[in-house]
């Protein structure tokens, strides 16, 4: 078994422990740079003094994604523009990104945190890896990036699209691992399949960004021939890097040196103990440009009780849901919101809508039903294409997307009392 | 204006492209006691326009609109063409040379005249046009 840092990564409790607290400390000190959190550090009348051990972090208040939104732009940053180096953005839940800060700091942790995760499935400077995501403002592509190559990896920025020369790469640079979403790594292999295009060099595929099932993990060592490890992260914890299987898979190694992590029932937000599925909340310890308190991940999980062999610190188990009603679209985070947000700013569109999510050869699929507005109706079909066309482009300027709009009659989709149910999942569940 | 009475109120319905849509309008025409002179589907991924020139126009545009249909007026032109090979070249040689654009045509041929019916972008030329190379158009009231 090799480690990054053999230290950190099989520290002992008691040490975790003191090690925790004091990041804690140091976290709360900062997050005091923060307006937002000065104000609910007070109203909870606790400073970085009351906090002498771990468990002392439920006085703290929580944050939650609807927070940082109304801090756009630069609201959650703790040091001054000129210490930050990097800005990620990631889709919020109406109009507006959420967006995230690093300083050279941050940017050294993160990068150790890949190298972490890289070096646990047993990659190294003897690999070739291919990082097939996106490389612009969503924070897999350039996260594993600097990562890998920290790590000693030979890397390629294949980034996204293009399937064909993504698969002619994997094969004439004989790349042996590869990142990407779990469809992807499907699709992928499908057309590799009809290129006739050996792949056999290939031992290791990491997925991330979407939940995938233990099926898909069979699906996928079958057909591209690789060991699949899950990886998860998300931009307001630096990104991907947060969580990753371990060659033992059974479960995620979580960072606990970096991320102080509680499991809570999301309804009540009260703690829940090892073995007990609710959300994760995740107070990262390291970070410098954005500290975050008890920050609400929106994502279902539980501790695990059971040590593992490798050494490493306590698991997760892998992910099988969300709290709240954000979707995964082929890697891409949409909120129903969002999407309401769009349609609502057009004046075509009639109030009605329904969004189907549907999985079609491995890929995501959204399909996007929506009254136009009667008095828009010209007679003309051209006017109708122009409008649909329109409602897609705005569609996609907002959640980088591309959709599927379908014109519906007016006056033909449900109409709902109370809570509306606009959003029809159709991808078989885990 | 002379040009104006050539003019003809084509019907005009946004449906989505799925069963049964147009088996309700042709129900609504039949209880209405409205004949179709000439219809067409045009369609594009999962909807479409349906077109039709009737004897009673407003009845069927009110009758449309009632049932929740979205319905819309659209002015288009019937020309009388011969009919034998040649007639359909003739007109669109004749909007072709005063360079006018058929945005969309359908047509009929009963026992006693073949009509072609045209979207054009300039309808006021093309109705001057049409008339001075010596055919024929054929009035709303003609419909009835």
Redesign the interface.
């Given at each position: 078994m090799r480690y990054w840092d053999k230290a950190i990564e099989t520290i002992q409790p008691e040490e975790l422990e003191k090690l925790q607290v004091k990041r804690l400390q140091e976290t709360i000190k900062r997050a005091c740079h923060v307006p937002f959190y000065q104000h609910r550090l007070q109203e909870a009348g606790i400073s970085a003094d009351d906090i002498t051990k771990t468990s002392d972090i439920k006085n703290l208040p929580f944050t939650k994604k609807q927070d940082l939104r109304e801090g756009y732009p630069f609201g959650f940053f703790a040091v001054p523009l000129k210490e930050i180096v990097r800005i990620h953005t990631t889709s919020g839940t109406t109009g507006k990104p959420t967006v995230v800060g690093y300083t050279k700091g941050d940017l050294d942790n993160w990068s150790d945190l890949i190298a972490r995760n890289l070096t646990m499935i047993g990659l190294s400077d003897d690999d070739i890896f291919q990082n097939m995501v996106n490389y612009g403002m969503f924070t897999g592509g350039l996260g594993f990036h600097y990562g890998a190559e920290k790590a000693g990896l030979t890397t390629i920025p294949s980034a996204t699209g293009n399937t064909k020369r993504q698969i002619e790469m994997i094969h004439d640079f004989c790349v042996t691992a590869i990142h990407c979403t779990p469809s992807y790594a499907l699709h992928l292999a499908e057309v590799a399949e009809e290129l006739q295009i050996p792949l056999d060099s290939l031992k290791t595929g990491i997925f991330g960004a979407e939940p995938w099932s233990d099926q898909m993990r069979t699906e996928l060592e079958e057909k591209l021939r690789v060991t699949a490890f899950d990886s998860y992260g998300m931009s307001e914890l630096y990104g991907p890097g947060v969580a990753f299987e371990c060659p033992e898979h059974n479960g995620l190694h979580i960072w606990h040196d970096s991320f102080l992590v509680e499991i809570i029932d999301p309804a009540t937000g009260e703690p829940l103990g090892p073995n007990e599925r609710g959300e994760l909340v995740i107070t990262p310890l390291t970070k410098e440009a954005m500290p975050l308190l008890r920050y609400r991940t929106g994502d279902i999980t539980m501790l695990l009780d059971d040590v593992c062999p490798c050494g490493r610190g306590r698991k997760i188990a892998r992910f099988t849901g969300r709290s709240d009603d954000m979707l995964v679209i082929r890697g891409i985070n949409v909120f129903p919101s969002q999407i309401e947000h769009v349609l609502l700013s057009i004046p075509e569109v009639a109030g009605s809508y329904m969004v189907y999510v549907d999985r079609v050869n491995h890929m995501d699929e959204m399909i996007i039903e929506v009254e136009i507005n009667r008095q828009f109706f010209s007679g003309e079909l051209a006017d109708l294409k122009t409008i649909r066309e329109r409602i897609q482009r705005a569609l996609r300027d907002v959640l980088e997307l591309r959709t599927n709009v379908r014109l519906v009659e007016p006056g033909s989709l449900p109409r709902f009392e109370g809570k509306a149910k606009r959003v029809i999942d159709r991808r078989e569940k885990m | 204006m002379e040009k104006e009475s050539y003019l003809i109120k084509?019907v005009?319905l946004?449906?989505?492209n799925k069963p049964g849509r147009l088996a309700t309008m042709a129900k609504a025409f039949l209880d209405e006691g409205i004949n179709i002179k000439a219809f067409s589907i045009?369609e594009?991924?999962?909807?479409?326009?349906i077109r039709v020139l009737v004897d009673k126009t407003r009845e069927a545009y009110d009758k449309l609109a009632e049932l929740?249909?979205?319905?819309?007026?659209?002015d288009v032109i019937a020309v009388i063409m011969r009919d034998e090979p040649g007639g359909l070249y003739e007109i669109a040689q004749t909007l072709a040379n005063a360079s006018i654009n058929i945005?969309?045509s359908y047509a009929y041929s009963g026992k006693d005249k073949a009509v072609l019916i045209l979207r054009v972008d300039h309808v006021e030329e093309a109705i001057e046009h049409i008339l001075n190379a010596g055919f024929n158009l054929v009035r709303q009231q003609e419909f009835l």
């Amino acid at each position: 078994m090799r480690y990054w840092d053999k230290a950190i990564e099989t520290i002992q409790p008691e040490e975790l422990e003191k090690l925790q607290v004091k990041r804690l400390q140091e976290t709360i000190k900062r997050a005091c740079h923060v307006p937002f959190y000065q104000h609910r550090l007070q109203e909870a009348g606790i400073s970085a003094d009351d906090i002498t051990k771990t468990s002392d972090i439920k006085n703290l208040p929580f944050t939650k994604k609807q927070d940082l939104r109304e801090g756009y732009p630069f609201g959650f940053f703790a040091v001054p523009l000129k210490e930050i180096v990097r800005i990620h953005t990631t889709s919020g839940t109406t109009g507006k990104p959420t967006v995230v800060g690093y300083t050279k700091g941050d940017l050294d942790n993160w990068s150790d945190l890949i190298a972490r995760n890289l070096t646990m499935i047993g990659l190294s400077d003897d690999d070739i890896f291919q990082n097939m995501v996106n490389y612009g403002m969503f924070t897999g592509g350039l996260g594993f990036h600097y990562g890998a190559e920290k790590a000693g990896l030979t890397t390629i920025p294949s980034a996204t699209g293009n399937t064909k020369r993504q698969i002619e790469m994997i094969h004439d640079f004989c790349v042996t691992a590869i990142h990407c979403t779990p469809s992807y790594a499907l699709h992928l292999a499908e057309v590799a399949e009809e290129l006739q295009i050996p792949l056999d060099s290939l031992k290791t595929g990491i997925f991330g960004a979407e939940p995938w099932s233990d099926q898909m993990r069979t699906e996928l060592e079958e057909k591209l021939r690789v060991t699949a490890f899950d990886s998860y992260g998300m931009s307001e914890l630096y990104g991907p890097g947060v969580a990753f299987e371990c060659p033992e898979h059974n479960g995620l190694h979580i960072w606990h040196d970096s991320f102080l992590v509680e499991i809570i029932d999301p309804a009540t937000g009260e703690p829940l103990g090892p073995n007990e599925r609710g959300e994760l909340v995740i107070t990262p310890l390291t970070k410098e440009a954005m500290p975050l308190l008890r920050y609400r991940t929106g994502d279902i999980t539980m501790l695990l009780d059971d040590v593992c062999p490798c050494g490493r610190g306590r698991k997760i188990a892998r992910f099988t849901g969300r709290s709240d009603d954000m979707l995964v679209i082929r890697g891409i985070n949409v909120f129903p919101s969002q999407i309401e947000h769009v349609l609502l700013s057009i004046p075509e569109v009639a109030g009605s809508y329904m969004v189907y999510v549907d999985r079609v050869n491995h890929m995501d699929e959204m399909i996007i039903e929506v009254e136009i507005n009667r008095q828009f109706f010209s007679g003309e079909l051209a006017d109708l294409k122009t409008i649909r066309e329109r409602i897609q482009r705005a569609l996609r300027d907002v959640l980088e997307l591309r959709t599927n709009v379908r014109l519906v009659e007016p006056g033909s989709l449900p109409r709902f009392e109370g809570k509306a149910k606009r959003v029809i999942d159709r991808r078989e569940k885990m | 204006m002379e040009k104006e009475s050539y003019l003809i109120k084509q019907v005009s319905l946004f449906s989505e492209n799925k069963p049964g849509r147009l088996a309700t309008m042709a129900k609504a025409f039949l209880d209405e006691g409205i004949n179709i002179k000439a219809f067409s589907i045009a369609e594009a991924d999962g909807f479409g326009v349906i077109r039709v020139l009737v004897d009673k126009t407003r009845e069927a545009y009110d009758k449309l609109a009632e049932l929740g249909f979205n319905v819309a007026y659209t002015d288009v032109i019937a020309v009388i063409m011969r009919d034998e090979p040649g007639g359909l070249y003739e007109i669109a040689q004749t909007l072709a040379n005063a360079s006018i654009n058929i945005e969309y045509s359908y047509a009929y041929s009963g026992k006693d005249k073949a009509v072609l019916i045209l979207r054009v972008d300039h309808v006021e030329e093309a109705i001057e046009h049409i008339l001075n190379a010596g055919f024929n158009l054929v009035r709303q009231q003609e419909f009835l």
